[in-house]
């Protein structure tokens, strides 16, 4: 019978959640859901020297807008857990202790002073192959001393003892086969001195303790491969080692190297999902969410970051994401961030969303500016009218303004050249023949209607209308805005604008 597929994104809570590690959760996500298995959160919090307050909630947040909710996590439960490796801590030693005595790791009890004198003394040090036999550990210490050393708590590391001459090989879903030698990969830390796990092996023994069939991890983590497969066979697991997925980088516009958030501080777009505030600095990182994107959008733009359906299609849902993912459609070659091209994912997301699915998202923008608005409909239907100019959420603050309020200054050097007392009698006639009920349509055929008895074409008095309504050159449809304003506000205007362009 085969196997349910589980997967599981697992971060460490040490700050702000990168774009990369947004896209591999959702390449996780849609796997799972692609075969109707488990999305699992494992927070990786064994280096305690790196935690940030906050950190973890600020993940489950970030994973929750963008609608990728765990089926497992800490918050959620399973049968799994604990899912913060922390509260796993008992679970490590024992399989550091088996590598030992099975002759697959060694203790190694070198102080950090000794450490540093190493690297000193030889250029790029690596304790590995080369360098074992003239350092203090298990394999160059007599037994006895091993054994005083371990009973007086002397401080030490467990270290794996990585094979000469040996080929470690996979198959990588993405990459296909891909070899290693053992000669170049030095002999990583698998349990710290302060007894807690390095990522080495407590990632092994989570993905097996929680029946893990699928690892999508960004291909930064290639090197390390080598470890963790031979960390699988030597602790007896070989038969049960999930298949591994190592995803194309981020890159930088320029494609020089995988995009930072310095990247992102630096060109002037944001590379974090949410805000991200620093509890030990205070500095605030601007995230997607908060300048404006759509969830949907974000998501989408990930998505196309490595991966394509086959097709020229660019828009998608989620759902339709799920049903179109493949590994077979990954990339093997890094993926080049672009701005412009992420805006613009957004600015279709905006234009094809109705407005009853934008309100809450907008009145949210508006909530986080300061004003509250309680209108609904009225919303709703100012939506409508300016969605096709907003690239961001946070645009339709600016686009909608005359909505909301009257327009405190003219354009009036685009109206006073030519503006004369008959055109004045026009707007007064035209304000006693509007009424509410008429849409915009019926609006502009008085105005035409009128235009004619006043011998002036239609066009000589849209600008001037217009300006009246919105105190500028913009907007959408003239009549629109009229509907939307309502008769009273619209004459109003109409009044106050014909005051001032006398």
């Known amino acids: 019978m085969e196997k349910k597929v589980r ?81 796993r801590k008992a679970s490590y030693r024992q399989y550091a202790e088996q590598l030992v005595n099975d002759g697959y790791a060694y203790y190694a009890f070198d102080t950090p002073e000794e450490l540093e004198a190493k690297r000193k003394e030889i250029p790029n040090f690596t304790y590995g192959l080369s360098t074992r036999e003239g350092m203090r550990n298990s394999l160059t210490l007599a037994e006895a001393e091993v054994a005083a050393l371990l009973a007086a708590d002397a401080p030490h590391v467990i270290r794996i003892k ?12 993405i990459r296909g086969h891909v070899s290693f030698d053992t000669n170049l990969v030095d002999d990583k830390v698998l349990l710290k001195a302060d007894g ?41 697991w070989a038969d049960e080692m999930p298949q591994w997925v190592h995803l194309p980088l981020i890159l930088k516009p320029d494609g020089n190297g995988k995009l930072s958030k310095r990247d992102g501080d630096r060109l002037g777009f944001p590379v974090y999902a949410q805000n991200w505030t620093d509890p030990k600095t205070g500095d605030l990182t601007t995230g997607f969410r908060e300048l404006g994107f759509m969830p949907e959008a974000f998501v989408n733009l990930l998505a196309m970051l490595g991966w394509n359906d086959g097709t020229d299609k660019e828009l998608f849902s989620m759902a339709e994401l799920i049903e179109k993912f493949s590994v077979e459609r990954i990339s093997k070659a890094g993926a080049k961030f672009d701005f412009e091209k992420a805006k613009w994912y957004n600015h279709e997301w905006v234009k094809n969303t ?22 609904d409909a009225y919303l709703e239907q100012v939506i409508d009218l300016i969605k096709d100019r907003c690239t961001l959420l946070t645009d339709f603050i600016p686009q909608s303004s005359y909505f909301f309020n009257a327009p405190s200054e003219y354009d009036l050097p685009a109206v006073k050249p ?52 919105v105190g500028g ?24 604008a014909v005051e001032a362009f006398a």
């Open 473 to 496: 050159k913009f907007g959408p449809g003239v009549f629109d805005i009229a509907v939307a304003l309502k008769t009273t506000e619209t004459v109003k205007r109409i009044s106050r």
């Open 162 to 173: 990585m094979p000469e001459d040996e080929l470690v090989s996979f198959t990588d879903l």
């Open 196 to 236: 807690m796990p390095t990522y080495h092996l407590a990632v092994v023994a989570d993905d097996r303790a929680m029946e893990i069939t699928h690892i999508f991890r960004g291909e930064e983590w290639l090197p390390s491969a080598p470890i963790h497969i031979l960390l699988w066979r030597y602790l007896g």
């Open 7 to 87: 997967v599981r994104f697992a971060p460490s809570p040490t700050g702000g959640l990168h774009l990369g590690g947004v896209r591999t959760a959702l390449f996780n996500y849609l796997f799972a859901k692609k075969h109707n298995g488990s999305f699992i959160l494992r927070v990786e919090d064994t280096d305690q020297t790196r935690f940030v307050a906050g950190a973890e909630e600020y993940i489950a947040a970030c994973l929750e807008w963008c609608g990728m909710s765990p089926d497992e996590s800490p918050d959620v439960g399973g049968n799994y857990g604990p899912y913060r490796q922390s509260e």
């Open 418 to 469: 030519k503006w004369t007392a008959e055109k004045a009698a026009f707007f007064e006639a035209y304000s006693m023949v509007i009424a509410d009920g008429l849409n915009a349509a019926e609006l502009e055929e008085k105005f035409k209607e009128l235009a004619a008895v006043h011998n002036f074409k239609p066009g000589e008095l849209m600008l001037p209308f217009r300006i009246m309504l």
């Open 354 to 375: 109705p407005a009853t699915a934008l309100l809450p998202m907008v009145k949210a923008t508006f909530a986080a500016e300061g004003t509250d608005l309680s209108d």
